[in-house]
């Protein structure tokens, strides 16, 4: 098993800044993906970026150039560094990681972290 725990989360006003962050740890053996995903009131969840192990990035068009994604493969740590937030922005963000074990693929998920976007 792999355990995610996130921090980070908050309230800010619009045009302000937070940085989520994720923990990996447990039974980690090749890790695809890390990656965050949010999950609005009414509104499936949607992801928001991702890493992967070849090093790419990937991004929602609607967060693009605001958001930016980072990992540190030592620690397996997935930061999200997210900029210029709006009221849109507003959701539950959960961690995300995808890995490869025995050829199969597992995924894991954080218990989510809210983030209010509100003047």
């Known amino acids: 098993q792999v355990q995610l725990v996130e921090s980070g989360g908050g309230l800010v006003q619009p045009g302000g800044s937070l940085r989520l962050s994720c923990a990996a740890s447990?039974?980690?053996?090749?890790?695809?993906?890390m990656g965050w995903y949010r999950q609005a009131p009414g509104k499936e969840r949607e992801l928001v970026a991702v890493w992967r192990s070849g090093r790419s990035t990937d991004y929602a068009d609607s967060v693009r150039g605001r958001f930016t994604i980072s990992r540190d493969v030592a620690k397996n740590t997935v930061t999200l560094q997210m900029n210029s937030l709006k009221p849109e922005d507003t959701a539950v963000y959960y961690c995300h990681v995808e890995q490869t074990r025995y050829g199969v693929g597992y995924n894991y998920w954080g218990q989510g972290t809210q983030v209010t976007v509100s003047s």
């Open positions: 447990g039974s980690i053996f090749s890790i695809n993906t």
